[in-house]
């Protein structure tokens, strides 16, 4: 168990700098997410834990120890890769207990060891197989038996379930989760796929673009986003989101065409702002409904559970989530009903969070 | 899976392979069975046909000194060159994968000796190996005597070994570094990850993984050794001193063309060709089997 502490890290490769500067504290224990899209970072910060790639600026540590410079076999950590970078020419076994025997632990007790968490992974019966001879999912599990049997300080992942069919992943997610509260292990788990990132972990950093966007856990992250980017890539559907500008009267939304009267809150007018409503927020009513938006219906969406109906509110595309049992015909007119509590403001110029509007605005006239 | 191209009728089939096979026929089969059929008889020097003797050709030459000696020095030669060859290849593929910027470049200069015609290097290596002049000379003047090919079969046999080296490390390096770099970089991680060091991530996953490589060029060092080195003997020792470096692709040569003994030369070649199946299937029954094939 250990405490990470990451302090204004950066990397570049040549001329392109790919991490600016993440300051970033890892509890010992914790399981932490580093969620984001493809090339934002996260990997590259995940392998600087690692020490699979040197840190170009700012310094890392491991239970207070700085591991710049440190080998990575004398940092603690232990990786699963996303090919899980099993060794071809060996036995699940001879995987699983190679740390071990680079180590030099005596071969009965690495014997014992192996048995050990094989019992754990249930991998018994494929001990002496090669990992040809092994699908997906025990694949995986190898992996995670390779990393495991170190008793590692740190736990890195990166990664690990994007090469597993849709049911796999979801049966590997919940063995990741019990298995991190059986050891307890500070764990660090980077992914770009957000149900993953929101069920495993503990707390949520999100990253875009080699900056960090938000920490959080991931109701916090869901609930109170604190970037325009954060709001849009967590959650699916994404938020709508509608431009307006500041007037004298309040926001005016869609170039003009809807207002939304609310006090303004010192922002100057002609101040560019972005409205953000989640879709499962936004209730269904008949068309006409005081106080609703008029909007008509592009297209339906079956879950089963529900439905998402994507709708076209004066030219800007809006998409609805709703568990009612209702099946609108595309091309029929529905009224939005939004709630200011469910709103979120973005400044359109720095994509970060504005919370100026919420506390004065009693019901919004739209 | 893999997908195989099937044709309706047989017959396109045979026409697609009738052009490989013609070749093979008239290069390999037909040369090879004029060898076998001259080896079995008495050819006159000056025309005027054949005589068949049975064995009696290779009676002969198996009780010859001078030919076993020519089968010890083509063994030396090929053991030490091929070791040579591939050990300075390795090493050198080695220290190439792990700093890649410039490998591109390595890789373009490396090729260029496998390029050159064995004469051709052969008298590039007998003005640097010279005794009186080149970087010879230069041991020689401190060491007088150290060194003369000329006159010491092991130096002869010690600088086409060189010459024959210098131009397969080239060939070997391309086949090393490309089986290197086929090893996905996350393995070598994991095994860093895993805490293990450089030396021993060579020896537990590098050098494994490579095995069919490694044993793909010893086949064909060991057999090149035995055929390509003609033209490195002939320039620069011409099979002395005293038969020292006299090889059996080398002896074939001078026995038949220079000696005029056609019929001898041809059993000589079928004992070459023989000898090279051998150790061919020697290495397929023995050495293959601690190849892992991913």
């Known amino acids: 168990m250990a405490s990470i502490t990451i302090r204004d890290v950066k990397k570049s490769y040549a001329k392109m700098q790919v991490v600016h500067g993440v300051d970033l504290d890892i509890r010992s224990g914790e399981f932490v997410v580093i969620l984001g899209p493809s090339g934002c970072g996260k990997s590259t910060l995940l392998r600087m834990i690692a020490g699979l790639e040197d840190i170009s600026g700012g310094e890392i540590a491991i239970d207070g120890t700085v591991v710049n410079k440190l080998e990575p076999r004398e940092r603690g950590c232990a990786m699963v890769f996303q090919n899980y970078a099993l060794y071809p020419h060996m036995s699940v076994a001879q995987n699983i207990g190679y740390s071990l025997k680079v180590a030099g632990v005596p071969a009965a007790e690495r014997q014992l060891r192996i048995q050990a968490v094989a019992r754990t992974l249930e991998l018994e019966q494929l001990l002496d197989r090669r990992p040809m001879a092994l699908s997906g999912g025990q694949r995986q599990r190898v992996a995670m038996g390779r990393a495991m049997i170190r008793e590692p300080k740190v736990f890195l992942f990166d990664e690990p379930l994007s090469n597993l069919d849709a049911k796999l992943r979801v049966q590997m997610r919940s063995e990741i989760r019990k298995l991190h509260r059986r050891l307890n292990a500070t764990s660090v788990f980077v992914t770009h796929d957000q149900v993953e990132a929101m069920t495993l972990a503990d707390r949520l950093v999100v990253m875009n673009g080699g900056r960090v966007e938000q ?11 604190a970037s325009r980017f954060v709001a849009t890539f967590v959650g699916a559907p994404a938020m709508n989101i509608l431009e307006g500008t500041v007037d004298l009267d309040g926001l005016s939304l869609l170039g003009g065409s809807r207002r939304l009267t609310i006090a303004r809150a010192g922002l100057p007018v002609g101040t560019k702002v972005a409205m953000g409503v989640r879709p499962e927020a936004v209730r269904l009513v008949a068309p006409g409904t005081a106080g609703a938006l008029k909007a008509t219906v592009d297209l339906v969406e079956e879950l089963g559970a529900g439905r998402v109906i994507y709708v076209d509110l004066d030219g800007a595309p809006f998409s609805v989530m709703t568990s009612e049992a209702v099946h609108p015909e595309p091309g029929s007119a529905v009224g939005l009903k939004l709630s200011p509590d469910d709103m979120h403001f973005f400044s359109s110029e720095t994509g970060t969070r504005l919370d100026v509007f919420k506390a004065s605005v009693p019901e919004p006239a739209l | 899976m893999e997908k195989r191209v099937t044709f309706s009728k047989w017959t396109i089939g045979i026409l697609f392979a009738v052009p490989q096979l013609v070749l093979i026929f008239t290069f390999f089969y037909w040369p090879a069975g004029q060898a076998v059929y001259w080896s ?51 090493v050198l593929a080695a220290l190439t994968d792990r700093q890649l910027a410039g490998s591109r470049l390595y890789r373009v200069v490396l090729i260029w000796p496998y390029g050159i015609a064995a004469p051709a290097l052969a008298m590039a290596f007998r003005f640097i190996l010279a005794p009186e002049a080149g970087f010879m000379a230069v041991v020689n003047r401190v060491w007088p005597g150290f060194w003369d090919p000329g006159l010491d079969g092991a130096d002869a046999m010690a600088s086409i070994i060189v010459a024959f080296s210098w131009k397969y490390v080239g060939y070997n390096f391309i086949f090393f570094l490309a089986a290197f770099q086929a090893i996905p970089r996350s393995l070598i991680e994991a095994a860093a990850m895993d ?51 006299n090889l059996m692709v080398y002896k074939i040569y001078s026995d038949g063309f220079k000696g005029l003994d056609y019929s001898g030369a041809a059993a000589q070649s079928i004992i070459l060709m023989l000898l090279i199946i051998v150790l061919t299937i020697f290495q397929f029954r023995f050495i293959e089997r601690r190849v892992h094939y991913r």
Do not use: C, H, K
Not at chain 1, 215 to 225: K, L
Not at chain 2, 56 to 61: E, G, L, P, Q
Not at chain 2, 69 to 75: G, K, M
Not at chain 2, 206 to 225: A, C, G, H, K, R
């Open chain 1, 215 to 225: 920490v959080g856990t991931p109701g916090e992250i869901y609930t109170r986003p």
């Open chain 2, 40 to 90: 079995l008889t008495l050819q006159q020097p000056w025309g005027g046909g054949n005589i068949w003797v049975g064995l009696d050709n290779f009676r002969s030459i198996l009780s010859n000194a001078d030919y076993w000696n020519s089968i010890s020095a083509s063994l030396v030669f090929a053991a030490i060159s091929t070791g040579l060859a591939m050990f300075i290849a390795l």
């Open chain 2, 195 to 245: 805490g293990s060091g450089v030396i021993r991530r060579f020896w537990d996953i590098q050098f494994p993984l490579i095995t069919p490589t490694i044993f793909f060029l010893l086949v064909i060092n060991i057999t090149e050794s035995f055929q390509d080195s003609f033209g490195i003997v002939d320039i620069m020792t011409a099979g002395g001193p005293a038969n020292a470096t």
